[in-house]
């Protein structure tokens, strides 16, 4: 087993005590973010609570980097929701997910109800997006066009993914998943839809309690190309299809639960290794799965992936001292190690990127053996080189 070592804190720093780092606006602060980004070439943080992107257009070197662009703001100085006249085209409103596909770049703008699409990376701030996902047209921003739910409609989408050549949406006020073979065009109709009978239903749990075809809140997705894993915070679980499913189909894996028709929830005591609180995020590479077990305050490790069954325990955790902790920065002072409400994640290569919304920063941590954990830390040009 390896474990994770915070290599960058990105965010203002902690003034000491139980004292949060800033959240006001600039190039160095996040306020309560909610999803991550990072490949070779760069690191984007979702910054819900300013309702904006920040983007790096490098790996950082250094804690506390400032961002070289924002999106969704004129300036890395405002912040809130973007006023009619300057927007709805340019401005966000609790924006969410964020992925990079293909040289574009895709935000779930969840309170927009739609996910924006930029056809090349922009390389300069306030760049508007080229294109939309779940609306007619980048001025509407009703949930579900302002009607009922159909195949091509959005409401409060929270996470996007791309994954072995499928595009998928998180569609978590429908509390359903939408697939597309391939990068969709606006108003093209998914070829996939997961957790509902059809594009017209958004029921609950389909109308019934939990089953391993139905979802409460959906959140994000990740998977290899052999498993698609997805969040379904509600149900306080991860249902994973392998392989993944190209129709609506029942799930093979459940995390978090002993079995695909349970929900079960039980705060403020020691959850171990298999039970999961409002997991936001997931993120995997080639041999290990991450959760973010939000409300837990932890991210729990599964290696290798795991792919079929239920109740399976977690093989490590960080944020917290052992499996039976929970507590919010451990009841202590915000340190590099700990978490406060994760709800993002991101897995390249040998770097895990957290969204530590409520310490209102990212982490950026590397795999590191177990016998590596007392030799000193790289430098910057080694982490990220």
């Known amino acids: 087993m390896i474990t994770l070592q915070t290599m960058r804190w990105l965010g203002a720093p902690a003034p000491g005590g139980l004292a949060l780092p800033a959240a006001d606006a600039a190039p160095t602060n996040l306020y309560a973010p909610r999803g991550v980004y990072l490949d070779q070439q760069r690191l984007i943080a979702v910054d819900t609570g300013n309702h904006r992107v920040l983007i790096w257009q490098q790996l950082p070197v250094r804690d506390h980097q400032p961002a070289d662009l924002v999106l969704g703001q004129p300036d890395f100085t405002h912040e809130g929701p973007r006023a009619a006249g300057r927007g709805p085209a340019n401005g966000f409103h609790v924006p969410t997910g964020v992925t990079v596909a293909e040289g574009r770049l895709y935000l779930a703008d969840a309170w927009h109800h739609r996910v924006l699409c930029w056809h090349r990376f922009p390389e300069r ?41 499928w595009f998928y949406i998180a569609d978590t006020g429908n509390r359903r998943v939408l697939g597309w073979r391939g990068l969709p065009e606006p108003d093209q109709p998914p070829d996939l839809i997961l957790g509902q009978p059809d594009g017209w239903s958004n029921a609950e749990n389909r109308g019934s309690p939990p089953t391993a075809h139905s979802f409460r809140w959906p959140h994000t997705l990740a998977g290899d ?18 392989p993944p499913p190209t129709d609506d189909r029942p799930a093979d894996l459940v995390l978090g639960q002993t079995d695909m028709q349970s929900a079960f929830e039980q705060p403020h005591v020691p959850q171990g290794a298999h ?6 995020a997931v993120a995997c590479t080639t041999d290990r799965l991450c959760v973010a077990d939000t409300a837990n305050n932890r991210i729990l490790i599964w290696q290798p992936l795991p792919r079929h069954g239920a109740g399976l325990p977690a093989q490590a955790v960080f944020g917290q001292a052992d499996f039976a902790g929970s507590g919010e920065n451990r009841w202590q002072a915000i340190a590099p190690d700990t978490l406060c409400w994760p709800y993002g994640l991101c897995a390249h290569q040998q770097w895990l990127a957290i969204a530590d919304s409520g310490n209102n920063r990212i982490i950026i941590g590397q795999w590191v053996d177990d016998w590596a954990k007392t030799m000193p830390s790289p430098s910057p040009s080694e982490v990220f080189r």
Request: glycine letters at 10%.
């Open 125 to 165: 701030s306030d760049t508007p997006p080229d294109s939309v996902i779940g609306q007619a047209n980048l001025l509407e921003i009703e949930p579900n066009r302002g009607s009922a739910v159909g195949p091509t409609t959005l409401y409060w989408p929270y996470g996007v993914a791309w994954i072995a050549g």
């Open 225 to 242: 190309g052999t498993t698609l894993y997805v969040a379904d915070a509600g149900n306080h679980r991860v249902l994973a299809w392998t």
């Open 275 to 280: 039970r999961l609180r409002f997991p936001y």
